[in-house]
Every structure is written in structure tokens, then in C-alpha cells.
């Protein structure tokens, strides 16, 4: 293990790639969240499996951070046609940082597959209100979704991604930011297991 901070560890990985493979091993240097074109093409193929069940929904909300995710969603979005929007709350990055990475990655992974298109910024929907105390720090919002998540449908939510996801796209409800007639499908993209960590398993325990 290689212990770095925040800020130095892009550069660190990069470091730590190179000394290897100058020293004749051969290391695959994974990114953050593994968003990649090719780790963005899964989500190609699960945009077009969701295609292929047929759901009539106006909107999908998805966590956000490292890109990944809501780049292949956005890209099967656009090259199956589909009329709806690709909602990606924001996890621990502005806006606009996001909008310009899964752009980027969507881009990148379309030429990939032999169907290449340019997704701008300006059509990545994505919003960065609900950050709280930032990556990986649970708050309320968080602490309100998974209790609701739990007792009214049977979903576990985690306290990082989905927990924030789902706390955004609450509060955006309530705000009456959708329509009334519009149907929201809020895409799980796992993490459960965390619920059972410290501290977040004793904040759950503790609340009301």
C-alpha cells in the first residue's frame, strides 16, 4: 500500500505506476471509481438492458463522482434516442468539473465502440447542491433517505453514494422541480455493505 492525500494522489499513482514498470513489472493503473471508457461501456450495456425491459420513465437519477457511471448512462441515453434525462447528483465535485469528465469519458468511450459521438458539457445534466460535509461525511439529508429508502421499500441505500443520490433527489421533489406527471427512476448503483461500518452503522443506530 501507498498512503497518499487527496490532492497528490493522481500524481502518487502515476509515481508509483512508473517505478514499477521501470523496475520490469507490468501494472494496469486502474483511476479512481475505474472510470475509463472501457469501465464506462458497462454502463452502455446496462443503459441497453434497461432499454430492453421495456420502463416508461422520464428521468433517471444516478450518484456521481468519478464519472463513470453517469458517462455510459449518458451515452446509451444518446445513442438509443431516448427522450428522457440522465440526472447525475453529484457526490464530492462541482458541476462543472463533472459535466466536462463525463463528457469527456462518454466521448471517448463511443469512439471505442465504433460509434463515435461528441458529448458536449452543456448536455450533461448534473447537480452539485447536496455535497453536505463532503466525500464520504454523512449527514441528515443522507440519514433521512436510507431510513426511508428502508421502511418503505425494502431498498438499502449507502451512506456515501446512493444515500446522497437518493437525499438530493428527495429534496428536489419536494422543491417541485419535476412535474407532477413525470416518472423518476432512481438508478441503484450498490454499496450496501458500508451501511455496517464505522461510524456510519452508530449514526443510523443513534438517529430517530
Known amino acids: 500500500l501507498v498512503w497518499t492525500t487527496r490532492a497528490e494522489r493522481d500524481r502518487v499513482a502515476k509515481y508509483t505506476f512508473d517505478v514499477a514498470w521501470e523496475k520490469g513489472n507490468r501494472p494496469f493503473l486502474i483511476p479512481l471509481g475505474a472510470s475509463t471508457p472501457s469501465g464506462a461501456i458497462g ?26 457511471t453517469q458517462a455510459g448512462l449518458a451515452l446509451g441515453a444518446k445513442l438509443a434516442g431516448w427522450g428522457g434525462k440522465v440526472l447525475g447528483i453529484s457526490i464530492d465535485h462541482p458541476a462543472a468539473e463533472l459535466q466536462a469528465d463525463v463528457a469527456r469519458l462518454a466521448s471517448e468511450a463511443s469512439e471505442r465502440l ?8 452543456e448536455e450533461v445534466l448534473v447537480n452539485d447542491q447536496y455535497l453536505g460535509g463532503g466525500y464520504a461525511v454523512m449527514g441528515e439529508p443522507e440519514i433521512e433517505a436510507i431510513k426511508l429508502f428502508a421502511r418503505t421499500e425494502g431498498l438499502l441505500l449507502d451512506p456515501v453514494y446512493t444515500g446522497r443520490a437518493a437525499a438530493g433527489m428527495i429534496d ?3 422543491k417541485n422541480y419535476f412535474k407532477p406527471t413525470d416518472r423518476l427512476l432512481f438508478w441503484h448503483t450498490g454499496g450496501a455493505p458500508a451501511l455496517f461500518a464505522e461510524p456510519y452503522a452508530r449514526m443510523l443506530y443513534n438517529s430517530n
Open 114 to 121: 465504433g460509434k463515435p459521438i461528441q458529448l458536449t458539457p
Open 43 to 68: 454502463y452502455v450495456n446496462a443503459f441497453e438492458e434497461f432499454i430492453a425491459q421495456q420502463v416508461s420513465v422520464d428521468w433517471i437519477i444516478v450518484p456521481s463522482s468519478s464519472a463513470g
Open 172 to 174: 428536489l421533489i419536494r
